[in-house]
């Protein structure tokens, strides 16, 4: 059985162009901040830090 993982964001979106979000995501479990250009790219950082955290964490037998 997996162990779930829960990660926190903030995310500041500071324009609107080209039809997509720019801005920044900061992890909140974390000391990191990473702007982004796209939402594309928004949900790619956030998929690759849940999916490193899962990786990363311990299943205790019951």
């Known amino acids: 059985m997996e162990k779930e993982v829960q990660q926190s964001f903030l995310v500041d979106i500071k324009f609107l162009r080209n039809s997509t979000w720019q801005g920044s ?7 990191k901040k990473q702007n982004f250009r796209s939402l594309l790219e928004l ?4 998929d690759e830090t849940l999916e490193t955290s ?3 964490a311990v299943a205790w037998e019951e």
């Open 54 to 56: 899962q990786d990363n």
């Open 25 to 31: 995501v900061k992890w909140l479990n974390e000391d």
């Open 43 to 46: 949900i790619k950082l956030i």
